[in-house]
């Protein structure tokens, strides 16, 4: 499935009507699909409601597969509130693991369903816009949005 916003598209994977996987699109892959399942439907609606500063998380369901260091990362990525950002250190005291700060940054780059799982939200020690699979300017759209819409609830 595609999903498309402004200038950000999504490749959404759905396996077993669960979603598996997202990836950022080129402009030439970006056509937007019909929706053709609930679940399409759902995923449609909310992130509709997301671009539009009305959702804050996403109610989707969805498998997460990785190693037992990816999974605790990604669930701490979970557990970031809307609109605010920590550190990649800041994730790696919280899992307990204060100096594995570049395996943190490995894992937080190789989520598989980001906006799901806000891996947006993580940012460099000294507050730089660093890495993110989609690229930096999507990541500081993505974080300039959900300040908007924090400001708007």
Not at 3 to 21: A, F, M, R, S
Not at 63 to 89: D, K, R
Not at 119 to 133: D, L, M, Q, S, Y
Request: hydrophobic share 40%.
């Amino acid at each position: 499935m595609i999903y498309t916003h402004d200038n950000i598209c999504l490749k959404i994977e759905i396996k077993d009507e669960v979603i598996v996987g997202i990836d950022f699109c080129s402009e030439g892959d970006c056509v937007a699909s019909p929706i053709g399942t609930s679940l399409e439907s759902d995923i449609h609606l909310q992130f509709g409601e997301y671009f539009e500063g009305r959702r804050e998380d996403f109610a989707l369901p969805y498998l997460l597969q990785g190693t037992h260091f990816q999974l605790s990362v990604w669930q701490a990525l979970e557990e970031i509130p809307y609109a605010q950002t920590v550190s990649y250190s800041s994730i790696a005291q919280q899992i307990g693991n204060p100096k594995a700060v570049r395996a943190v940054g490995g894992a937080v780059g190789s989520n598989p369903l980001p906006l799901i799982i806000p891996c947006h939200r993580v940012i460099g020690k000294n507050g730089a816009i660093v890495g993110f699979r989609g690229g930096t300017d999507i990541k500081q759209a993505l974080l300039n949005l959900e300040q908007k819409g924090q400001a708007h609830s």
